[in-house]
């Protein structure tokens, strides 16, 4: 149990315009998901934490209106990648902490989306 | 301040045993955790230690010295697919992950 499923797992897009990524908990409501970005050989860097049904908080650094979250259900978190640009492309991760789990309990990790932007 | 450091690449033999080692610093801790993320899929949990000690979980044990501020991830019977990047994070006291950069293990015949 405990499947995270991220959509699309790459995407190619041209500068400017918006990008949206799907994190959905298949068999599993989540209370929290979080969204990483990933450069190459570096660290998951935390963006935003999302919990359903009220507004993301945003790491500091992290522009809340280019990247647009939304948790409208249990199961379901979007992220918007608006207006993008070259240096948006990266590695997008989401995680989801399942209802009823502890705050250390380990997260449950999407496949990852690989944007470029040209 | 908090920060975590772990070595950014290691190889290794076919067959035989590595340590990845991880230190930190921090004032809140509530665990350390230890990923294996292959090249371009997310990360799979393999461990988690909050209290002291060494836990053994198949092939992969993992330590932790809360005092030392120091873990390590031991990798036994080394396999070919075992080739992938280790990431060591700890959990502050806002139980927030704070992530390495990960280790590359590469796996030698």
């Known amino acids: 149990g405990a499947v995270v499923s991220q959509h699309p797992s790459w995407v190619i897009c041209k500068s400017g315009t918006s990008v949206k990524i799907e994190c959905r908990s298949l068999d599993f409501q989540a209370t929290t998901m979080f969204w990483y970005r990933q450069f190459p050989k570096q660290s998951l860097m935390l963006m935003a934490t999302s919990n359903e049904g009220s507004k993301a908080t945003y790491e500091q650094g992290v522009e809340k209106d280019k990247f647009l979250i939304n948790h409208a259900s249990l199961t379901l978190s979007t992220l918007t990648v608006t207006s993008a640009h070259p240096e948006d492309s990266s590695f997008y991760i989401c995680?989801?902490?399942?209802?009823?789990?502890?705050?250390?309990?380990?997260?449950?990790f999407g496949n990852g989306t690989r944007l470029t932007v040209t | 301040g908090q920060n975590i450091d772990q070595p950014t690449e290691m190889t290794a033999t076919e067959g035989a045993i590595v340590q990845i080692n991880c230190t930190y610093q921090t004032s809140g801790f509530n665990g350390l955790f230890w990923y294996q993320q292959h090249a371009g899929e997310a990360p799979t949990f393999l461990s988690y230690?909050?209290l002291d000690g060494l836990e053994e979980k198949g092939r992969f044990s993992s330590f932790l010295s809360r005092s030392k501020g120091y873990s390590y991830l031991l990798l036994k019977e080394l396999q070919m697919k075992d080739s992938a990047s280790y990431l060591c994070?700890?959990?502050?006291?806002?139980?927030?992950?704070?992530w390495g950069a990960g280790t590359k293990l590469i796996i030698k015949p």
């Open positions: 230690n909050v």
């Open positions: 994070a700890f959990m502050d006291s806002n139980y927030q992950l704070i």
């Open positions: 995680s989801a902490r399942r209802l009823g789990d502890s705050d250390n309990s380990p997260l449950h």
